[in-house]
Each structure stands twice: as C-alpha cells, then as structure tokens.
C-alpha cells in the first residue's frame, strides 16, 4: 500500500468551470431569465459541476449511508441504546426505512457500507461488511475513536467507493449515515474546527432529554481536550475523534471532488465531515450542496463555515441521508428546467 498523502488532494482537486457557469446563465430562454430563482442558481451550480452547459438531467442519484457504532454512546448520550446501528442497517436493507420510501419515490438507489457496526459481519450481506474496519469504535472522551491506521483504511475506503460510483456512472451522491452515538464525535469535530465551545455545537441529535444533552455536552467538551493536540493532521483528528464511518465519509468527500461528482450533504455528521476534507482541500467544498438544515447548531455552524446555505429548512433529524433526499427534487427540476427552457431548445424560444 502507497502511503497516504492527503496534499495530493489538494493538487488534484480543481473548482468548478466559472465560465461553463456563465454560459449556463447565459442560455437562459429569455422569457423565463431572472424568473426562477433559486432554480436558476442550482441550474447554474449543476451545469458547472457537469462540466456542460445548459444542465443536463440527473439520471443515477446514489444514496451511500456509512454505517457505524461510537462507544461515546455507552455514556448514554443517544436516545438509542449503545451497539445498536445494526438495526437501523437491517432496516434499510428489508426496504423499510424512511430512506427507502423517499429514494424508490425519486428515483435513487441506496447503498449501505458497514464501516464500524457492533455486530458480527457474517449477519450482513457481504457487499455492506465488506469494507468493515472495526468493530465499534473507541471512547472519545477518555481514548482513541481508532488507532490511525484504522483512520487511513477508513479513509481509503472512502475514497475507493466514491471511485466505484464514478466507474459505475453515478452522477449524484446524497451523503448520510446510519450510526448511533454519531452526532457525538460530529461534534467535537465541528468544535474543534471551528474553535469553539462544547456548548455552541451540542444538539439533541436522536431526541434526547435535558439530561442526556448534559451529559453529551460534557462528552464533547472532554473530547475536545483530547482533539485540539492534533487539529493540524486530519487523519490522526479523525482517528482520536471520529470513528470509521465518519472517516469513510471524509475520504468519499474528496475523491468525489477529485472524480468532479457533485455531493448532497444530509445532516450533522456529513457536515462534520465537509468540514475536515475542506481542511484536506479547501476548493472540495464547491462540489457539496446542503439538502436542508436539521435544527442542529453543530450543523448550522459547520455549515456557516463552510459556506453552504442548505436547500431546505424541514428540521429533518432522522439521518439516513433522509433530509437530502428531499432536495433531490428540486434538483431534478432545475436541471429540467435549465435544459427545455434553454436558448439552445428550439421549443424554448
């Protein structure tokens, strides 16, 4: 195995074309121009991002869900009892989740990756335990989420997936996960980015009561000790505390940029990650949108320091990749309606 240069990212990570931008707003039929509003600025971001102009439709949409048990979780800082992903995991693979329903509805298919599950992997398919690093992950507030080399296999499979749905011909990734315990190391990771305190980033994730937050908020504040150390090398950040899946998810991130496949950020944990691989390689961030804001503050500062403004404001809290699901609509109907009311469409003029 080469070794791991995360600068390499940022050599081969480019913008999107500025000019394919521009020539996508310039195509606009002119009895609709400045008519459209928020579907002129998506019809425009989709035509950079697809390196053609005017945008073209959306035609394989992949939902991948990185899948992982924290330990952090044993502090009982999740409304779900520790080790108990798997569940969840089973529940998108019978069909019978929230994730299902909306991605048979808009026309997406899901893929699960078990990256840190506390459960045998013989009781999975063997296309989702395939890239297992871990079982479950580490304590953040007293030890290691992963050794750091469990970080760079975590990392690496990432970026190997997001290459797979290139080669496959995926065309549009919606970004989320499926874990328990997860918005916990989300957001030590957006604190300690962002440089600021537990408090301001601890939301009530799975719904939990005034004493869970207590106690969540404490954890984080401890983890945070143990993160601000190594704020300066991504990988050993994510290795003392993120966990496998979130790993993953930053490694998918950049090499989605790299392979120029546009992302769709679903909640806290997918914003935490952004805001690592932007550390990895700042332009990455111009091929994410965010599907819509959770009602998380963790979420709502990454995002603010990323830039990104999300599509929707339903205060969607599920996971699943379920809130950025909901803005596949409205960029399949930007792309529609860049592409047949465009000066190029002889039926548009």
Not at 29 to 50: H, I, M, N, R, Y
Not at 235 to 251: E, H, I, N, P, Q
Not at 292 to 305: F, T, V, Y
Request: aromatic content about 2%; charged content about 25%.
């Amino acid at each position: 195995m080469t070794a791991l240069d995360l600068d390499d990212f940022a050599a081969l990570i480019d913008r999107p074309e500025a000019a394919i931008r521009h020539d996508a707003a310039a195509l606009r039929a002119p009895q609709t121009a400045g008519k459209l509003g928020k579907f002129e600025e998506l019809g425009d971001w989709l035509a950079s991002v697809q390196g053609r102009a005017p945008a073209h439709p959306i035609a394989r949409a992949r939902v991948i869900l990185f899948a992982g048990d924290h330990g952090i979780a044993k502090r009982n800082v999740s409304a779900r009892p520790a080790g108990t992903a798997s569940t969840l995991v089973r529940s998108v693979l019978s069909g019978e989740a929230a994730v299902n329903v909306l991605a048979r509805e808009y026309g997406a298919d899901v893929r699960v990756v078990d990256m840190a599950l506390d459960c045998d992997p013989g009781e999975l398919p063997a296309e989702v335990a395939g890239h297992r690093v871990r079982r479950g992950s580490g304590m953040i507030d007293v030890e290691d989420a992963l050794t750091e080399e469990e970080a760079e296999r975590a990392f690496r499979a990432g970026v190997a997936i997001a290459d797979e749905e290139a080669d496959s011909g995926t065309d549009l990734v919606v970004l989320g996960d499926l874990s328990v315990g997860g918005t916990t190391p989300a957001g030590v990771l957006i604190a300690a980015l962002c440089g600021t305190d537990a408090s301001v980033v601890t939301g009530r994730g799975s719904g939990i009561d005034d004493l869970a937050w207590m106690r969540k908020c404490a954890a984080i504040r401890d983890a945070l000790r143990r993160a601000r150390p190594v704020l300066g090398d991504p990988l050993k950040l994510l290795a003392a505390v993120g966990g496998a899946d979130l790993a993953a998810a930053t490694g998918l991130l950049l090499q989605c940029a790299v392979r120029k496949i546009p992302v769709v950020l679903d909640g806290v944990v997918s914003a935490a990650c952004a805001l690592v691989a932007q550390r990895v390689a700042f332009r990455a961030t111009d091929w994410w949108l965010a599907g819509q804001s959770s009602g998380e503050p963790g979420q709502a500062k990454a995002l603010d320091r990323l830039s990104i403004e999300p599509l929707l404001d339903h205060g969607v809290r599920l996971g699943e990749g379920t809130g950025a699901l909901l803005a596949l609509p409205l960029l399949k109907a930007a792309a529609a309606l860049a592409g047949e009311l465009s000066r190029e469409n002889p039926q548009a003029t």
